[in-house]
C-alpha cells in the first residue's frame, strides 16, 4: 500500500516562495504517476501537477505554469513542489497522490486517475 505524506505548507505573502514536499513509502514497481493537487474552500479539487517518476515527465495545469516546479528525489521517494511567486488564490489544502504508471509517458493530473492519497497540507497566501 503506496501511502504519500505531505509536508512543507504554511504561510506566505504574495509574491514568495513555499516547497512542498510528498514522502511515500510503499512504492513496489518502477514507475509511478504522482500529482499535487489543491482544493480552496467551497471549490472542488483540482489538479496542479504531475510527474511520471519513470521518466520524469511533468504536467502543470496552466494557472501554474512558469511558476511552480514539481520534481524527485528517488533515492527519497520524494517528490517536490517548488511554489514561486505565489497568489492568494494558490491558497488551499495540497495534496500529494500516487498511482501505478503504465508507462513513461504524462501522467494527466486527473483526481479519479489517482488511488492514493495523503492528509494534505495546508498553503495560505495573503496579499
Not at 36 to 46: L, N
Not at 60 to 81: C, E, H, M, P
Request: proline letters at 2%.
Amino acid at each position: 500500500q503506496v501511502q504519500p505524506v505531505e509536508s512543507g505548507g504554511g504561510s506566505v505573502q504574495a509574491g514568495g516562495s513555499l516547497r512542498l514536499s510528498c514522502a511515500a513509502s510503499g512504492y513496489t514497481h518502477s514507475k509511478y504517476c504522482v500529482g499535487w493537487f489543491r482544493q480552496a474552500p467551497g471549490k472542488e479539487r483540482e489538479g496542479v501537477a504531475t510527474i511520471n517518476t519513470g521518466g520524469g515527465t511533468t504536467v502543470y495545469a496552466d494557472s501554474v505554469k512558469g511558476r511552480f516546479t514539481i520534481s524527485q528525489d528517488n533515492a527519497k521517494n520524494t517528490v517536490y513542489l517548488q511554489m514561486n511567486s505565489v497568489k492568494p488564490e494558490d491558497t488551499g489544502m495540497y495534496f500529494c497522490a500516487a498511482s501505478r504508471a503504465l508507462g513513461r509517458g504524462s501522467c494527466a493530473a486527473v483526481r479519479v486517475l489517482f488511488n492514493f492519497w495523503g492528509q494534505g497540507t495546508q498553503v495560505t497566501v495573503s496579499s
